[in-house]
């Protein structure tokens, strides 16, 4: 098998030497293609690779029939809409710290030219024009930089902005004073830092929330004379009300690698002495670009041959020492799934998930996304995987529980999965059996031991001399060959199960033949 790699923006061809090596990829690099055309080829890929210029929107990801991977060789993926991604089964993956470094620096040397109009000075110098007084500039010593967004970048940001003797105030969600305290800056909330701030700077994603999160009220709180960087992505600051700010006198300076369109159409900001600007080049390093390529291609490459990712956007990534204690159970779950949606009459309304044993101390989260995987293909085919299990679970409203007990229930670990439908509630258990793979040990409250695997009949009865031969008689008249057979029963005489597993899959003829039978309430077909 050969899976056919597409890289639609430059990426370092050091940093995609891995995917090169490779077996079984092949790779094509077209980086100039409009979003037409990349519309038409789009069909041909399983992977994209990616970095911030090629805008994968809902439009070209319904036309890739065949995409399994989007690989973001850097840190932001507001390019890439990853809802329909989800939706679509399409694992987005990214290089989250490969850039970090360079993403900082180049923020600090955007800081210190705005700050030291370096290259406003070197222009006017360029024309031959020995000017001195027009390119006064400001320290940084003593200042207070204002960060909103203390993450990666963020935080790289405030450690040297102290190497440059400045105070630090930072906003985060996810900064609490004391973590503030360990890493020696202030905290206060978006409004303390831009009132308390002579320079800031932004470095959150650009998400609804920060979209605009610098706009005309936020300049209208800062400090005269304040000077403003983003190296982010254009769009946190508002660039009308930044124009307008700068224009009144308010803003001295700004510094900008991003835009709110890129490539740059409006070029009015430019056009003020007061900015400085660069065409989004903060991860533009050797060092960065070959290490976003090189994570980048390593997660291709582990996507395709073992199933796994580090770094997925859409899908929780799971450490690899907890992936070795699941992954014997994937197979288990997802046939729990299917056998209780080929069990059940109607479509599930909640979903009970317990895991015992072993289970009860390990991330489970994977174990739950393959049951819903196999429960929810039986009504939606095979575009749910474990990408968007969760998501069409949502979608459909089906309640997901999940649980666990450290109770043994007599086996090393048991995944129940209990589901309720508009008809009733429906059961089944499953364990691992060391050595000897899956079992079904329980359906509804009937102890059983069947491999959850091939054809299966599950037969409601009423315990009845008589009523197994009568079942084996008429399968074997229609050529059914039975393989094992399990019964049981609530008490003598009452209510019974069998479950039967056969050669080959039973016609719908054969099985109205066995509800037809008196003693005999429901017969469910059952393919895994
Ligand atoms: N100019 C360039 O070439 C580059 C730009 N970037 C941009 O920088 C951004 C930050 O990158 P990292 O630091 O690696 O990401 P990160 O995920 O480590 O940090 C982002 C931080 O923003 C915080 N945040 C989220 N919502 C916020 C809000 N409403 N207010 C304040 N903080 C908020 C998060 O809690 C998080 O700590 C990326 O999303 C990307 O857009 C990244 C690399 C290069
Ligand atoms: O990593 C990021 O978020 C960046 O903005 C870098 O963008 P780029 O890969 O240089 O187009």
């Known amino acids: 098998m050969t899976y056919k790699i597409l890289i639609s923006d430059p990426l370092s061809e050091d940093g995609i030497y891995p995917l090169r090596q490779a077996d079984g990829f092949e790779i094509t690099m077209e980086t100039k293609m409009t979003p037409d055309e990349l519309g038409e080829r789009i069909g041909e890929f399983d992977a994209l690779l990616v970095r911030s210029q090629t805008q994968v929107t809902r439009a070209i990801i319904e036309k890739a029939k065949h995409l399994k991977i989007i690989g973001r060789a850097g840190v932001g993926v507001d390019n890439i809409d990853l809802e329909a991604a989800t939706e679509h089964g399409i694992i987005v993956v990214n290089a989250p710290d490969g850039n970090t470094n360079s993403a900082a620096e180049h923020t600090m040397a955007m800081l210190m030219s705005m700050a030291r109009k370096i290259p406003q000075a070197y222009y006017a110098l360029r024309n031959r024009n020995w000017d001195r007084k027009s390119f006064v500039g400001v320290e940084l010593k003593n200042k207070t930089l204002g960060v909103i967004g203390l993450g990666r970048i963020g935080a790289e940001v405030a450690a040297r902005a102290k190497g440059q003797r400045m105070n630090v105030i930072a906003y985060d969600p996810f900064l609490t004073p004391e973590k503030a305290e360990k890493m020696g800056v202030d905290f206060g909330s978006v409004e303390d830092v831009v009132k308390a701030a002579d320079f800031i700077t932004v470095h959150t994603p650009l998400l609804k929330e920060t979209r605009h999160l610098i706009n005309a009220e936020a300049f209208r709180l800062m400090k005269p004379g304040v000077q403003i960087v983003n190296c982010a992505r254009g769009g946190i600051i508002d660039e009308n009300a930044l124009f307008d700010a700068i224009q009144s006198g308010k803003v001295a300076g700004a510094a900008l690698d991003v835009f709110e369109q890129e490539p740059m159409v409006d070029f009015r900001l430019l056009d003020l002495p007061q900015v400085v600007a660069t065409p989004h080049l903060g991860a533009s390093t050797v060092e960065a670009q070959e290490i976003v390529a090189v994570d980048v291609s390593n997660d291709v490459i582990s996507y395709f041959t073992t199933g796994t990712v580090r770094n997925s956007v859409n899908l929780p990534s799971v450490p690899k020492e907890v992936m070795a204690k699941i992954e014997p159970y994937f197979d ?40 819903l995987k196999g429960l929810l293909k039986r009504y939606l085919g095979e575009i749910v995987n474990d990408v968007n299990a969760a998501y069409f679970a949502e979608l459909k409203g089906v309640t997901v529980t999940e649980s666990k007990s450290t109770a043994t229930k007599g086996f090393t670990n048991l995944i129940t999965v209990e589901i309720k439908t508009a008809k009733g509630v429906r059961k089944a258990a499953g364990t691992l059996l060391n050595g000897q793979g899956a079992r079904i040990v329980k359906v509804d409250d009937y102890l059983v031991d069947v491999a959850p695997k091939g054809n299966i009949l599950f037969i409601r009865h009423n315990d009845r001399p008589g009523v197994i031969g009568r079942v084996g008689t008429l399968l074997g008249e229609e050529n059914v060959n039975i393989a094992t057979m399990q019964v049981g029963r609530s008490n003598a005489g009452g209510d019974a199960i069998m479950l039967l597993t056969i050669d080959k899959a039973a016609e719908q003829g054969s099985l109205d033949q066995l509800e037809k039978l008196t003693e005999i309430e429901k017969v469910k077909a059952i393919s895994l």
């Open 332 to 371: 288990l779950a997802e046939r729990l799934g299917i056998f209780l949606a080929d069990l059940a009459d109607g479509t599930a309304e909640e979903v009970n998930i317990q895991y015992a044993g072993e289970l009860a101390n390990i991330e489970v989260g994977p174990l739950t996304r393959n049951m």
